[in-house]
């Protein structure tokens, strides 16, 4: 219980600034257009700081082993994931099925899990949620990159992976902490200073998300209570089941268990125009579920503390 009375607290907090971000935006202090230069800040500079910040600790081999737990934990839940939403969605038209694959497929672990993870779990949470975080990555930029864009390109994967911000902060990060080789405090500092912005800004960006959409003409489309039901309650449910009959329980399966019940990727968004997929179904299910993670993500906290603590 006490998880989700503080997990229903964070996420109101998250909302205030949500809105903070909607309201400027509808104000006119940036235009909605804009928030891609603040994406890409978050993207390129604080999620890798905030990261990078998370290694900054002394080694401890408890807390090396429960790192390795969270990877191999997290890729258990996104294998899952991926194929539960090819299960539900492989009758669906094919114009939409791509699309429709990856939002349900692939969560907001970034944007929405990070500021909640942090809250919750402090800077030991953010270690373990960027072992979640990195097999993410590695699966958007394959499998989920593939299937949205329609093509198979080796050389394109492997640069985007190797290239992603997250990926290489992670590298950076866990080789410092192997290797245990202290940073001086005027880097630690800046460092940390940066990485401190992920949370607002993260939902500056959802709040100027949710101004910029038409909310009436969203909820007008079928398929986006398809992909809400399937991405918000049955994909976390179902690993939920499965966490408890393997007997899991703890920090680390909470932990990736709370990532994996975020709402839709941002990036969904970003691929539909990308690769010329339906924009508005993509926009409205990054909108929709992340509204109503509002309630279900404490619900989920709720039943995590009943069934994993």
Known sequence: MELAVITAKQVAELLLMILAGAVCCKAGVFKPKEKSVLANLL?????????????????????????????????????VGLAAAFAATIKVQKDVRAILW??????????????????????EGLLYASGFVTVFNILIWTIGYVVVSGQVNPKQTVRAVATCP?????????????????????????????????????????????????????????????????RMLAIPAVELLIFALLGLHGTVPTIVLLLEACPCAAI???????????????????????????????????LLTMMLG
């Open 43 to 79: 993207l390129y500079l604080v999620v890798p700081a905030m990261v990078l910040d998370s290694y900054m600790v002394e080694y401890d081999p408890t807390t090396f082993h429960n790192l390795m737990l969270a990877f191999s934990l997290g890729a258990l839940v996104l294998l």
């Open 102 to 123: 990856f939002a349900c497929a692939f969560s907001n672990a970034g944007y929405m899990g990070f500021p909640l993870i942090k809250a919750l779990f402090g800077s």
């Open 166 to 230: 997250c990926i290489i902060a992670v590298v950076v990060g866990l080789f410092l902490y192997l290797a245990r080789i202290p940073l001086p405090e005027i880097l630690t500092g800046p460092i940390g200073a940066i990485g401190d912005m992920n949370t607002p800004l993260s939902m500056i960006i959802t709040g100027a998300t949710i101004a910029s959409s038409d909310l009436r003409k969203l909820l007008k489309n079928k398929n986006l209570f398809l992909v809400w039901g399937l």
């Open 268 to 302: 969904t968004t970003m691929f539909a125009i990308q690769f010329h997929h339906d924009e508005e179904l993509a926009a409205g299910a990054v909108v929709f579920s992340t509204l109503s993670s509002i309630l279900t993500l404490p619900l989920y906290a709720l």
